[in-house]
C-alpha cells in the first residue's frame, strides 16, 4: 500500500464527518486488516489504543490477534512497549507474544509473558538492556528482570554482568553475583575479582599464570575485603607455572607484594640462577647460602640480568653488608663492563673495596672508571697507604689526582644544569606552534635523531639535535625545491600536535611513522625516512587537540574539540572506531605501556578509560570540578594522574579506575604534569608560578619548587630522572635536581613564553619551543664525558676539554670537572702509550708525543 493512501486511510479512522463518521471509519479499518503489513498492524495497534470507535476496536482486535508473522508481531510490540495499553497487554499475554527485534522490546514482551528461558539462555547483549528495564515503571517486570539476572545462564552473559559490576561496584549488581554465584570468565582481572566475591577462591588457586597480574592489582582494589582474600590468593597457588609468575613478578617488576607473598609461601624460581637472584632480592640469606657457596649461580644470574636488575643485587648486598659476594654482584669488574655498570653496581663496588681496604685496586679502578666514578673511588683512598703499595710515580700521580678529586664541586649529574645552546633552529618566520622529540634510533637505521617541528602555516619540519640543520620539509620534494613548491602537501591550519611511532614495531616494520594533528580538523601521517605524506585522516568536525601511538605502533588515537577520540590502524589510517561520551572537547590522550588502555581528559570534567584495541568504554572517572587539562600515566601502567582547572591533581588505579588519592597544595590550575622514568616521582606545575614533586605512589609531598615568575607552562624529566626541566610565561627554562629540589641553572635566551621542554633519549640534548618562533637545543658535553670510562674518551675528547677549560662562560664548578678530567685523560693516555714507547725510536716518540698534544693556546 502506498504511503499517501496509508496517511489517508490512517486520518479516515479518526473521522468524525457527520452522518459518515462511523461508516468510514470502518471501512478504513477493514481496509487496513485486509493488508496486515507491518504498517497497516501499526496503524491499527495505536487505534486499538486510541480509538473510542468499538467497531474500530473489534476489527483491530481481531486482526492482531490472528497474526502469526514474526515482522507483525515485533511491530504489535514495539507499540505496546512504549504504550504499555490494558488492551495490548491482554492480546500479549493471551498469544505468548515476544519480538524477535530489537532486542529491548525482545526482552519486554519475555519477561511480561514470563518467557524467562528465552532471557536466561542469551547471551551478553541482554545485560546492559536488562539492567535498565530493572528501573522498569511495570514494578512486575522490573521483579521479573532482576530475577533473571540472578538466574543466568550463558557465560557471556555472566562475564557481561561481572564486568559491569568490577567497572561500577553498583550493590546491586553485587547482590546478582552474590546470588547467582557467578564467576566470569574473561577477562582475567573480572574473573579474579568475581571468584574471590563470591568465595571460589579456588578458581583462582588453581589457575595459571594469567591470574598473577590481576590479582596484584586486586589486592589495592578499594573493596579492602577484595584486596585481603587477593593477598590470600596470591599465597595458596597450587600450580607451578603461577608461583613462577609470582616470583617474576618479585626480580624483573619488584612489586613488594608479589615478594611478600613469595616469602610468605616459600615460593622459588625452578631456574637455578633465577633462584640465587630471588633469594638475594627478598634477603633471605639463609636459603641462598644452602643453595650455593661459591656465589657462580649469582654470578651467572648477575651477568645475564638487565642494568635495572643489577642495581637492584647490588643494593640488597650492600645494604646487608654481604661483602663475600662482591666477586658475583661487581662481576670482577672487567674493563669491558665500566660502561654498562650502574650507579648502584658502583656505589656497592667502592664500599666493598673500602671495606676490605683494597687501595691498589681502587686506584687501578679508578684509572680506567667514568671519571663521576673516578672522583669517589680516589676520595677513598687511604693516602697513608700509597708508598706501601704504589710505584713513587703513581704515587704522585694518584696524589695529584686525589687532590683533584676532592677540588670537584657537586655531583656530575647536577653539571646538566650547566647546559649551553648549541643550536637554534626553525627560519623565525613560521610560528613554531608543535614539537615532538624522535625515539632513539636503533641497529638498522642510521638516521641521527630528529626533532619534529609544527608550524602555525601548516607545514611539518625534521631537525638534527646533532647538526642543528634541516632535515626534511615534509611532503616537499627536496629541500632544494621546497621554497618554490606549488604542490606542497601541508595542513590547511596550525599543527597542534606531533607524535612519532616506535621503530621496529607494527605492521610497518622498520619505518619510523609522524602523526601530525591540526587546527584543519585533519591528521596526516608522514614517512619520517622519505618524507612522504602516506595519508590524510578525515572526520573530526573540529580541531585535533591531541595524539597518542600505541607502544605496539598499530593503532592511533586522535582527540579533538567536537569532543569525540578517533582510533586509527596504522599505517594504513583505517578508521576503527569513534568513541563518544565526552560533553566537551578532548584536552589530552594516554596509552598505557602495555598497549591496553587508553585514557582521554575532558574540558567536561571527566576522564574516560577505554579498552583497546576495540575502544569498548570501561570507565568513566569523575570528581574533578573542573576541565582536565592534562593526565598522565605511570611507567608501570598502575597509577593514572589527572590535573584540573579545580587546583587538584588526582591519582587513580589502572585498569579499574578506583580513585586513590587526591593531591592538594596548588593555588592556581595545574597545566602541566610529568611522571619520572621510574615513576617514583610525580611533578606538575600550575599556574600558581611553583613546581610540585610528589612521592609515589602514596601521593605524599616532596618539594616545593619555587623561582618562576609567571605560570608553569610544561614539564620534563631527563632520562635518568635525576633533573626536572620547567618551561614558564615568564620566558625562562630552569631545571631543578629532582632528588633534592635544588634549583640548577636557568635559562632565559628565549624572548616569550616557554611552550615545550623535553630530554633527547640519551639525556644528552635539551629541546626548548617558544613562542618566539624558536626551538633551541641545549647540551652539555661535560656530563657525557663525565660518565664514559677512559678507554671510549679519544683525542677529539680530550681537545673539547682543553676548550671547554679556556671557554670563558665555563663556570667554577664546570672548571672543577673539567681540569680533573682532563689530569685523568692525560694519565690514562700515558700510561696506555707506556707500553707503546719501549718499541719505538727516538724520533717516533716526538712524533707519538706531538699527536696527542692538545691544540695549544
Known amino acids: 500500500m502506498e504511503p499517501e493512501q496509508l496517511r489517508k486511510l490512517a486520518a479516515q479512522l479518526d473521522s468524525d464527518v457527520p452522518m459518515m463518521g462511523r461508516w468510514l471509519r470502518r471501512q478504513a479499518a477493514i481496509a487496513l486488516a485486509r493488508e496486515k503489513t507491518p504498517e497497516t498492524v501499526k496503524i491499527l495497534a495505536k487505534a486499538l489504543i486510541e480509538s473510542e470507535d468499538e467497531t474500530v476496536q473489534a476489527i483491530a482486535t481481531e486482526t492482531l490477534r490472528q497474526l502469526e508473522d514474526p515482522e507483525q508481531i515485533d511491530t504489535v510490540c514495539g507499540v505496546w512497549a512504549i504504550a504499555r495499553d490494558p488492551k495490548l497487554t491482554h492480546l500479549l499475554l493471551e498469544r505468548g507474544w515476544v519480538a524477535c527485534n530489537p532486542l529491548p522490546v525482545r526482552l519486554l514482551a519475555a519477561l511480561k509473558t514470563a518467557q524467562f ?26 521483579h521479573r528482570a532482576r530475577q533473571c539476572l540472578f538466574r543466568l545462564h550463558n557465560q557471556e552473559a555472566i562475564d557481561a554482568l561481572c564486568k559491569q559490576w568490577a567497572m561500577t561496584r553498583t550493590p546491586f549488581l553485587e547482590q546478582a553475583i552474590l546470588s547467582g ?124 640480568a638487565s642494568q635495572t636488575l643489577r642495581s637492584r643485587i647490588a643494593q640488597k648486598a650492600r645494604k646487608a653488608g654481604r661483602s663475600e659476594i662482591v666477586g658475583a654482584i661487581v662481576g670482577g669488574v672487567r674493563r669491558h663492563r665500566l660502561g654498562d655498570m650502574t650507579p648502584r653496581e658502583w656505589e656497592t663496588a667502592i664500599e666493598i673495596l673500602k671495606e676490605q681496604q683494597q687501595w691498589h685496586d681502587m686506584w687501578q679502578l679508578a684509572q ?210 569513534t568513541l563518544t561520551g565526552h560533553q566537551g572537547w578532548i584536552n589530552c590522550l594516554g596509552i598505557s605501556p602495555d598497549g591496553q588502555l587508553l585514557v582521554s581528559g575532558s574540558s567536561d570534567g571527566t576522564v574516560r578509560l577505554w579498552l583497546l584495541p576495540s575502544g569498548d568504554l570501561l570507565q568513566t572517572l569523575t570528581g574533578h570540578e573542573g576541565p582536565v587539562e592534562c593526565l598522565s600515566i605511570s611507567p608501570d601502567g598502575q597509577l593514572l594522574a589527572t590535573a584540573s582547572w579545580d587546583k587538584t591533581v588526582r591519582l587513580w588505579w589502572l585498569p579499574v579506575g578506583a580513585p586513590f588519592k587526591t593531591l592538594t597544595g596548588h593555588t592556581g590550575s595545574v597545566g602541566c604534569m610529568s611522571f619520572s622514568p621510574i615513576g617514583s616521582q610525580l611533578a606538575t606545575g600550575s599556574n600558581d608560578y611553583t613546581v610540585r614533586l610528589w612521592k609515589i605512589p602514596d601521593g605524599e609531598p616532596l618539594s616545593v619548587l619555587e623561582a618562576h615568575q609567571g605560570a608553569v607552562s610544561c614539564l620534563g624529566f631527563n632520562p635518568t630522572g635525576d633533573i626536572l626541566a620547567s618551561g614558564s610565561w615568564d620566558k625562562t627554562v630552569r631545571l631543578w635536581n629532582a632528588n633534592t629540589g635544588m634549583a640548577l641553572h636557568q635559562q632565559g635566551d628565549h624572548s616569550d613564553w616557554i611552550m615545550g621542554v623535553n630530554f633527547s633519549p640519551n639525556g644528552q640534548v635539551l629541546v626548548t619551543s617558544s613562542g618566539d618562533r624558536t626551538v633551541r637545543l641545549w647540551t652539555s658535553e661535560i656530563s657525557r664525558l663525565g660518565r664514559l670510562p677512559m678507554s671510549e674518551l679519544s683525542l677529539r675528547d680530550l681537545q673539547l676539554v682543553h676548550g671547554l677549560l679556556r671557554c670563558d662562560r665555563t663556570c667554577t664548578a664546570e672548571r672543577s670537572w673539567l681540569e680533573f678530567l682532563h689530569a685523568l685523560m692525560r694519565w690514562h693516555r700515558r700510561c696506555l702509550d707506556r707500553g707503546i714507547r719501549s718499541s719505538l725510536n727516538t724520533r717516533q716518540q716526538e712524533q707519538m708525543d706531538l699527536k696527542f698534544k692538545p691544540k695549544s693556546d
Open 117 to 142: 528461558e528465552t532471557i536466561i539462555r542469551s547471551g551478553a547483549e541482554i545485560v546492559k538492556p536488562l539492567l535498565a528495564i530493572c528501573r522498569d515503571r511495570d514494578p512486575q517486570i522490573a
Open 181 to 304: 554465584g557467578y564467576v566470569a570468565r574473561q577477562p582475567a582481572l573480572v574473573r579474579v575479582l568475581s571468584a574471590l566475591k563470591v568465595g571460589r577462591m579456588d578458581v583462582v588457586t588453581a589457575a595459571g599464570a594469567e591470574v598473577v597480574e590481576p590479582l596484584l592489582i586486586a589486592c589495592r582494589d578499594i573493596d579492602r575485603w577484595l584486596g585481603i582474600q587477593a593477598l590470600m590468593a596470591l599465597r595458596k597457588l597450587d600450580l607451578a607455572e603461577a608461583q613462577e609468575e609470582v616470583c617474576r613478578w618479585t626480580i624483573d617488576k619488584d612489586h613488594p607484594l608479589a615478594g611478600e607473598a613469595a616469602i610468605a609461601a616459600r615460593y622459588a624460581p625452578a631456574d637455578p640462577k633465577q633462584r640465587a637472584i630471588f633469594y638475594v632480592l627478598t634477603e633471605q640469606w639463609r636459603e641462598y647460602q644452602e643453595l650455593e657457596f661459591h656465589h657462580s649461580l649469582l654470578g651467572a644470574g648477575y651477568q645475564e
Open 368 to 577: 680506567v672508571a667514568p671519571a663521576v666514578w673516578s672522583v669517589k673511588l680516589l676520595r677513598e683512598i687511604n693516602p697513608d697507604s700509597l708508598l706501601e703499595w704504589a710505584p713513587s710515580r703513581e704515587a704522585k700521580a694518584c696524589e695529584a689526582l686525589k687532590q683533584l678529586a676532592h677540588q670537584c664541586v657537586g655531583e656530575v649529574s647536577a653539571l646538566a644544569g650547566q647546559m649551553h645552546c648549541s643550536h637554534i633552529i626553525g627560519d623565525r618566520k613560521r610560528q613554531v606552534t608543535s614539537f615532538a622529540l624522535g625515539p632513539a634510533p636503533i641497529n638498522f637505521t642510521s638516521d641521527p635523531p630528529m626533532v619534529a617541528i609544527g608550524t602555525a602555516e601548516g607545514s611539518v619540519q625534521l631537525w638534527s639535535t646533532i647538526t642543528g640543520k634541516l632535515l626534511k620539509v615534509l611532503g616537499v620534494p627536496s629541500l632544494r625545491s621546497a621554497a618554490l613548491a606549488q604542490g606542497m602537501v601541508k595542513h590547511d591550519g596550525p599543527v597542534n600536535c606531533l607524535a612519532f611511532s616506535h621503530p621496529g614495531v607494527g605492521s610497518y616494520g622498520k619505518t619510523l611513522l609522524l602523526a601530525s594533528g591540526s587546527d584543519d580538523g585533519t591528521v596526516r601521517l608522514w614517512r619520517t625516512s622519505t618524507g612522504q605524506a602516506l595519508k590524510q585522516l578525515t572526520g573530526h568536525t573540529a580541531p585535533i587537540h591531541c595524539l597518542a601511538i600505541s607502544p605496539t605502533g598499530e593503532q592511533l588515537a586522535t582527540g579533538s574539540a567536537d569532543g569525540t577520540v578517533r582510533l586509527w590502524r596504522l599505517p594504513t589510517g583505517t578508521l576503527q572506531a
